[in-house]
Structure formats: structure tokens, C-alpha cells
């Protein structure tokens, strides 16, 4: 170093009187010779006005190299706590070189730097929350002992969420309390004597995001068997999150619409019975119709009767619209006979209702209602819902592997869109992953807390009430 | 993945220039923050920032949560504030950025707009148009909040009827109607199922009411 400075000076020297000898040749020339001091005035003047000159135009470099770095692209995206991060920038060394960075130190992050100029934050991020992080470059017409220039990133470091879910409990004394779990086992396969009789197994919990505010569960279901007449009956439904008493809308739907199906079912007997053997024995549209017209003096009925009991809660609560009580409804019921099953649906709302064939596909029984936007649907409780005659359906099948009926807890997540539900590889994933966890095959009750446990699988976004009745 | 759209459009005429802006930003910055520690927020919001004077700009296409990064936010030193020139950037955003149900493709939730600024639209003939324009959109909360003295709340109520209006432009005012604006990006998430708007939570106390 030391050397490097005697040599400049020498340089110097030699320079400036090379140019007072230049200075003083010209002026001579033209007449005027000037002395020494003369000279050196001169001198120091040039130096002076030409060193002034000289910063100026060091400043303006520094400040177009600013601007210029302020145009370079050092993005670095958010990160999540406890994550491993890792990003690369580029930026080239020939212009900017990066000296280093501050900010980093307990992060849990560093950099690292290479000879193209590609710059790497990477490691775990200690903490949540935002970093500011500062680079330090060098630019054109730097040189030693003046600063360098900086760039400000901030970086944000967010929590998983799943770390953040509450889970509180529903306070006491609230208007229509519900248990925030539910589950049923109907065993029909050991005891009846309906060969190859199936079995039902429900389950019903209540969602993260209801858990999160300590609000109640929404959902319910019924499922049943009646030896006498042989119906398998089965109804989900899910209170709108809006509606203040639509875990009661819920309720009362698969409570009512379980005591009404039997009765009317019951009712109709022969009648029913002799439909359906003609319809399968001549599946004629004349046929069909006395079918359909059976199906809606009975699961249709059902449904109104249910959506009419609501109505009757909400005029006797004070203070309550029967808006409150805004609930979905899928009710399925299903009978063996001598030449196949009779499966039956009707459908308000969301969710879903399969029919899984042994050979692996799906009949879905029904069309979802949904709007423009995610969360909009129908429900029982909207008059409207009865004046349209598309939501019932029915099916006769030599066999079936199960029927499978869904609140939107759960069709969200594994369908996510209505042209999924009729992918048949689809269903064939959410019932791998049912099997998987719940030893449906034994057909024993433990099969019931099984697919609740079940039930409460993650799905990023998907955290509404899960409620789930399989006839298999 | 379903989102909830939340698009804020923020006055930057030259009267919030100093003080006032300042305090909006670390409104904003508080907002995100804790809004990072609600997990249906985190999952699910996506946010957009538009700022107004005599140009529009988009600050924030709409982003997630997650990897929302606070844009700079500038005021000139003077000049008109063109609110309807805004609304129109916010429809055209809308249109294009907001995603509706179809067969194939899960809808997002319905967005959500609040609007802030202290004084009223210049651009008085396009803010009518506008705010029709809005209306025609299904916005799950609009919320207007007129900030200081100037602020004019007649146009406002064209809008929506839910205005609101902070006395003072300083930064506990700010905190609390940003603070107000992330209860309900929480609300928005969990009202399932509803097609109504939704029901927001009760304002802060530094802001009052217009009815």
C-alpha cells in the first residue's frame, strides 16, 4: 500500500510540472512570461477548480449507479417460520458487486455469494414476522474508501397456519347446543336376514374454522334401518355458517325428514313396491313416472315437511327468521329387492350424493347447487326449493359397493369442483383413503370413530363441519 | 384454491401528502401483520391495493396473503382526486382478476372493497357511472370510510350504505379502521354458504357511523 501511495505522488508530481512547463511554453509564446508565483497560483487554481469538477462528477456517477441499482430486480418472495428458505438473485458483478448484507444476523438465514453474481438467502427462518434486510454493492467508478451503495428488501416470514388454529369450546348455556362430534353405526349385514344386507356408518365434527371461535357445530345427520319395511334411510345436511341457529336448521331437517320418509314410505307400502317391480320389469316412461310421482308424495313431501317443522321453530323462537335456520339437506333412501336396489335421493344444496358401483364407477344422484362464487348455495328453508321438480332421482342397480352421501366439509376438499364429482378417479381416491384408515370390511361399530378420526384430515382452506353416511 | 378477494383503495390525492399517508401505512402494515396471525386469512385472503389522486395506480395486483410484500405508496403535492377513474380501475381488476364458479373451476369467495379517502371525487360525472358499475358486481361488503374533516359523505352513500368516518388522519384512527377491515376479511372467510352480504362486525370506536 504504502508503495502504491509514493509512486501515485511521484506520478503527480511529475505530471503537474510537466504542465506548469507546458503552461508557461504557451504563454511565453504568446507573449507573456510568467514567474514562478505566477505559475503556481495558476496551478493551484486549475487543481482546485479541476478537483471540485472531479467530485461532482464522482456524485453524479453515485447517483446514476443508484438509480440504476434501484432498477435491479431483488425480489425475494415471503418465506413461512421454521421452513427452509431458499432464493436466488442475480445481479451482475461487473456492474454491481455485492459486498454483503445486514439484517440477517438470528434469522436463521445467510447469503451466499458467487463470481457470476448470483446472490442466495437460504437457511430455516427462525421467527415469524418481517426481516429488512440491507446489500451493500460496489458500482462503476467506485473506488476504495468510498461507500458503497445499499438496497432495502423486506422479507415476511409467515406462521404456518396450521400452528394457528384454535381450538375453543362452545360456551355453555347457548341457544340450541350441539355435541361438536357425532357418529352411528347400523349394523344390518349380521343380524337380518336380507342376504348381502349392507350396513350404514356416519360420522359428523365439527370444522377447524368453527372450532377457531368457539362456535357450534352446523352439520347433522340421521341414518337408519327399519326391520319391518326394510328402508335404509339416510339424510346429511349443513347449517349455513351465516344463519345464527342453523345447527337447529340441521337438526330439525334429519330429525323431520327421517320421521316423515318412514311414515310416507310406510304409508305408500304395496303401491311402492309394485312401481318399482313394474318400472324394473318394463322400464317404460310411463312406468317411470308413477315412479317419480311416488317418489315425490313421499322423499319430496318429506323434505317439506322438514322444511315446514323449521318454519314452525322459527315463528315460536322470539326473535328468530326462519333465514336462521338456513340449512342444506341430501336425503337418500335405499331398499333391497327381489331383483336389485332401489336407491332414491332428493338434494338441496351443496355436498354431494354417490353411488359407487362394483366395477368402479359412480353414479352421482343429483347436481349440486352452487353460484358464481364459492359459498353460495341453496337451501331447504328458500321457498323456491320446492317449485323446482329436478331434485329428486332415482336409480335400480343389480349391486352397488357403497352410497355415499357428503356435507361440502367434506366434497370441497376431495372433489373441489362439480366436474370432479363426476370423476369417477376421484371417488376412487376419497374411498382409498376412507379405506385406508377405517376397517370398513369388518363391518364392526368401531368402524363409526374410526371415520370420524378420519374426518378430521387436512386440506388447506377446507375447513368447514365434515359430515360423512356411507351405506356399503 | 378459493380466495377472498380484498381490494383497498386508498385517496393519495396531495392532502394526504405527509402525515396522513404516513399514518395509512402503518395502518396497512399492522393490517397485514396481524392478519398473518388468522389462519383463514392466511389461507385464504388475497389483497389488492389501488391508490387514487389525479392518476390511478395499482400498488398490489391482488396477492396472497402470504406473499403480500407492501408496495410504495407516493403523493404528489397538489392535485384533483379522481375516485371514478378509480372504481373503474377497481371494476376492470375485478373482472379480470376475480375468479367465478364454473364446472372445472372453483369459484373465489366474494370480494370485498374498501374504499378510503379524505375529501370527494372530482371527477364527479365518471364516479356516478362508477359506482352503477360497482353495484353491478357482487361485492360481499363494500365499506367507505370518509377520513378528517373534509371528507365528503353524501358521495360516499352512492356507493354503499355502509359509510363510516374517522374525525382525525392520524395513525389510531387508521389502526383501528384497518384493524376493523382485517376482522372482517376473517368474517368474510366463514360466511359460508350465505348469498347475502355480509355481516360485518361492529366498527371501531373512533369511527362514526352515517346513517
Not at chain 1, 173 to 183: A, F, L, Q, S, V
Not at chain 1, 385 to 406: E, G, N
Amino acid at each position: 500500500m504504502r508503495r502504491d501511495r509514493s509512486l501515485r505522488i511521484i506520478h503527480r508530481t511529475v505530471t503537474v510540472d510537466g504542465l506548469r512547463q507546458r503552461v508557461a511554453k504557451a504563454l511565453t509564446a504568446n507573449g507573456h512570461t510568467p514567474d514562478d508565483n505566477e505559475l503556481e497560483k495558476f496551478e493551484t487554481w486549475l487543481i482546485r477548480r479541476m478537483w471540485n469538477e472531479y467530485q461532482t462528477e464522482l456524485m453524479d456517477q453515485r447517483i446514476l449507479a443508484r438509480n440504476e441499482l434501484n432498477k435491479v430486480n431483488l425480489k425475494f418472495p415471503n418465506g413461512r417460520q421454521g421452513t427452509p428458505y431458499k432464493h436466488t438473485v442475480h445481479v451482475d458483478p461487473t456492474v454491481f458487486k455485492c459486498t454483503g448484507t445486514s439484517g440477517l444476523s438470528d434469522t436463521g438465514l445467510g447469503l451466499v455469494r458467487d463470481a457470476q453474481g448470483n446472490l442466495t438467502l437460504s437457511g430455516t427462518p427462525k421467527q415469524a414476522g418481517d426481516i429488512e434486510v440491507t446489500f451493500y454493492f460496489t458500482y462503476p467508478g467506485w473506488s476504495e474508501g468510498q461507500k458503497y451503495l445499499e438496497r432495502q428488501i423486506h422479507i415476511a416470514f409467515n406462521t404456518d397456519p396450521d400452528s394457528l388454529w384454535q381450538n375453543i369450546p362452545v360456551p355453555e348455556g347457548i341457544d340450541y347446543p350441539k355435541e361438536d362430534t357425532d357418529m352411528k353405526y347400523v349394523s344390518v349385514s349380521v343380524w337380518s336376514d336380507i342376504p348381502g344386507g349392507k350396513d350404514i356408518v356416519a360420522a359428523s365434527r365439527r370444522g377447524r374454522s368453527h372450532a377457531h371461535e368457539g362456535s357450534p357445530r352446523d352439520d347433522d345427520f340421521v341414518v337408519s334401518y327399519l326391520n319391518g319395511d326394510e328402508w335404509y334411510v339416510l339424510a346429511v345436511a349443513d347449517g349455513a355458517g351465516s344463519a345464527k341457529y342453523s345447527r337447529e336448521g340441521s337438526r330439525i331437517a334429519c330429525r323431520e325428514v327421517e320421521t316423515w320418509v318412514r311414515l310416507l314410505l310406510s304409508e305408500a307400502g304395496s303401491d311402492f313396491t309394485e312401481a318399482v317391480t313394474n318400472y324394473n320389469n318394463q322400464p317404460t316412461q310411463e312406468n317411470a313416472v308413477r315412479v317419480g310421482k311416488l317418489l315425490y308424495n313421499t322423499i319430496v313431501k318429506a323434505a317439506w315437511e322438514a322444511s315446514k317443522a323449521i318454519k314452525t321453530e322459527s315463528d315460536n323462537k322470539a326473535g328468530a327468521v326462519v333465514k336462521d335456520y338456513s340449512t342444506t339437506l341430501l336425503l337418500a333412501v335405499c331398499r333391497k329387492f327381489d331383483f336389485g336396489w332401489f336407491v332414491a335421493t332428493y338434494w338441496v344444496g351443496d355436498g354431494a350424493i354417490g353411488l359407487l358401483m362394483n366395477d368402479g364407477t359412480v353414479k352421482i344422484m343429483g347436481e349440486p347447487d352452487g353460484g358464481e362464487y364459492a359459498g353460495q348455495t341453496r337451501f331447504l328453508t328458500m321457498p323456491s326449493v320446492f317449485s323446482d321438480r329436478t331434485r329428486y332421482r332415482f336409480t335400480i342397480v343389480p349391486d352397488f359397493k357403497a352410497l355415499v352421501l357428503m356435507t361440502d366439509g367434506v366434497s370441497d376438499p376431495w372433489f373441489e369442483t362439480d366436474a370432479n364429482l363426476q370423476r369417477s378417479e376421484k371417488w376412487g381416491e376419497l374411498m382409498k383413503s376412507i379405506n385406508d384408515n377405517v376397517s370398513l370390511n369388518e363391518r364392526k361399530p368401531d368402524c363409526a370413530a374410526e371415520l370420524l378420526e378420519w374426518l378430521g384430515f387436512r386440506s388447506r382452506g377446507n375447513h368447514d363441519d365434515r359430515t360423512i353416511a356411507i351405506l356399503y | 384454491m378459493r380466495r377472498l378477494p380484498v381490494y383497498i383503495l386508498i385517496d393519495t390525492s396531495g392532502s394526504m401528502r405527509g402525515e396522513p399517508i404516513e399514518a395509512v401505512k402503518v395502518g396497512l402494515e399492522a393490517m397485514v401483520a396481524s392478519l398473518r396471525q388468522d389462519p383463514f386469512a392466511l389461507e385464504n385472503a388475497a389483497i389488492s391495493i389501488i391508490t387514487f389522486d389525479k392518476d390511478v395506480k395499482t400498488v398490489l395486483p391482488l396477492t396472497p396473503l402470504e406473499d403480500v410484500q407492501l408496495p410504495e405508496i407516493t403523493t404528489p403535492d397538489a392535485g384533483p382526486t379522481h375516485t371514478g377513474a378509480a372504481l373503474r380501475m377497481l371494476c376492470e381488476r375485478v373482472d379480470s382478476e376475480v375468479r367465478l364458479s364454473t364446472p372445472e373451476r372453483k369459484g373465489d369467495w366474494m370480494p370485498l372493497l374498501f374504499l378510503l379517502t379524505d375529501g370527494k371525487p372530482s371527477d364527479i360525472q365518471e364516479y356516478n357511472r362508477q359506482t352503477e358499475e360497482v353495484k353491478r358486481r357482487k361485492f360481499g361488503a363494500v365499506v367507505a370510510c370518509a377520513a378528517g374533516m373534509k371528507a365528503r359523505t353524501e358521495p360516499l352513500k352512492q356507493l354503499t350504505n355502509q359509510v363510516y368516518m374517522l374525525d382525525t388522519l392520524d395513525s389510531n384512527g387508521f389502526k383501528q379502521f384497518f384493524k376493523w377491515v382485517s376482522d372482517s376479511i376473517g368474517v368474510g372467510n366463514r360466511s359460508v354458504g350465505s348469498t347475502d352480504d355480509l355481516t360485518l362486525p361492529p366498527p371501531p370506536e373512533e369511527v362514526n357511523i352515517i346513517v
